[in-house]
């Protein structure tokens, strides 16, 4: 069965300061998809990035970037520079390829609420 | 505006009595997602469908029931099996081959 451990609850920091949020997953397939999402108090779920199994290439978008590692299950981001706006709650999440391929519903971790200070 | 619409934005039960969340995307999108989102936990699948007129269980489906009649709609209806509906729900839509889901507002269930 798969999993996703997004072991951080909460994480406060002021801003400007670095954080890197983790993710950490659990699939027995060799195909998957992991993702991202932002939810912001408003409560809609924003996509932030997909990455597949076969892609394990570091990818930066601005002031955020992920780091995903197969040989320890992991999947993390780490947003430079933080500001207000980015508080939020993060959220992991993961799909396995299986017979629908991939369009089976994503498994979510428990989130991590991010608290940037000014 | 392409989006997807989920409404009521609050909605209220009462004992006993089903009620419907409304999900409508003019995103053409295939498939559409139900999620439940307890206080402090991640998001739970309800059901999901991937074409019209077609709807798989998800991991916590007793208690809902969907259907599929159009690509733009997917209605949930919480039943009176539900025993703890009160809970924030989500619903999202994803292109064929694209599986990427994106997400309406939500709407937020409570007991009266």
């Known amino acids: 069965a798969q999993k996703v451990t997004q072991a951080q609850t909460e994480i406060s920091v002021v801003e400007k300061e670095d954080v ?3 993710c950490v997953y659990e699939t027995r397939d060799t195909t998957y998809y992991l993702f991202w999402y932002k939810q912001p108090p408003s409560g809609e779920l924003v996509f932030l990035i997909r990455r597949n199994s076969f892609d394990e290439q570091n990818e930066i978008s601005g002031r955020y970037s992920w780091n ?17 706006v980015d508080s939020a709650v993060y959220f992991c999440a993961l799909s396995e390829a299986g017979a ?15 608290i940037i200070q000014p | 505006d392409g989006g997807i619409t989920q409404s009521p934005k609050y909605l209220f039960r009462k004992e006993g009595q089903n009620v419907t969340l409304s999900c409508e995307q003019n995103l053409n999108h295939d498939a559409m997602y139900w999620y439940r989102q307890d206080p402090g936990q991640g998001l739970r699948l309800i059901y999901y469908s991937q074409i019209v007129n077609d709807f798989q269980k998800g991991d916590i489906a007793e208690g809902y029931s969907v259907s599929r009649e ?43």
């Open chain 1, 68 to 84: 995903f590692q197969k040989s320890t299950s992991s999947f993390n981001f780490t947003i430079t520079a933080s500001q207000v």
């Open chain 1, 20 to 22: 890197t949020l983790d």
């Open chain 2, 70 to 112: 159009k690509k733009e709609s997917f209605p949930l209806t919480v039943t009176s099996a539900q025993k703890n509906p009160t809970a924030f729900y989500l619903c999202a839509s994803s292109p064929r081959f694209k599986n990427i889901q994106y997400f309406g507002a939500g709407t937020r269930l409570s007991v009266l």
């Open chain 1, 100 to 114: 629908g391929g991939g369009a089976d519903g994503l498994t979510f971790g428990k989130g991590t609420h991010l």
